[in-house]
Nanobody, 127 residues
């Protein structure tokens, strides 16, 4: 069983920054391919960014490229999402997800491709 716990959300103004953290715990020493998704009110949960098991590759949706950065600290089994120049359109519940099986270089973007999810953290950006 893998536990995924996000933290770091909050209420900020447009142009501000936030850093989300995601701790994934399971078997000692395990690490996972990870993704960040978000869900705005009345909308589907969609992929934002992901990072491979090794940390060697990342992927971003176009709307966050140059503003968001995903990184991981494998020693802490923690993934971070640094969000800069936040916009009101970034307002959503942000979810961290882990793929516990895949060890390759492909970054999955579908919700069904991740088997463990956190509870979500609210990010609200006011104009």
């Amino acid at each position: 069983q893998v536990q995924v716990v996000e933290s770091g959300g909050g209420l900020v103004q447009a142009g501000d920054s936030l850093r989300l953290s995601c701790a994934a715990s399971g078997h000692t020493g395990s690490r996972y391919a990870m993704g960040w998704f978000r869900q705005a009110p009345g909308k589907k949960r969609t992929f934002v960014t992901g990072i491979t098991y090794s940390g060697g590759s990342t992927n971003y949706i176009d709307s966050v490229k140059g503003r968001f950065t995903i990184s991981r600290d494998n020693a802490k089994n923690t993934v971070y999402l640094q969000m800069n120049s936040l916009k009101p359109d970034d307002t959503a519940v942000y979810y961290c997800a882990a793929n516990s099986q895949y060890r390759g270089d492909y970054i999955f973007t579908g919700t069904s491709e991740y088997d463990y999810w956190g509870q979500g953290t609210q990010v609200t950006v006011s104009s």
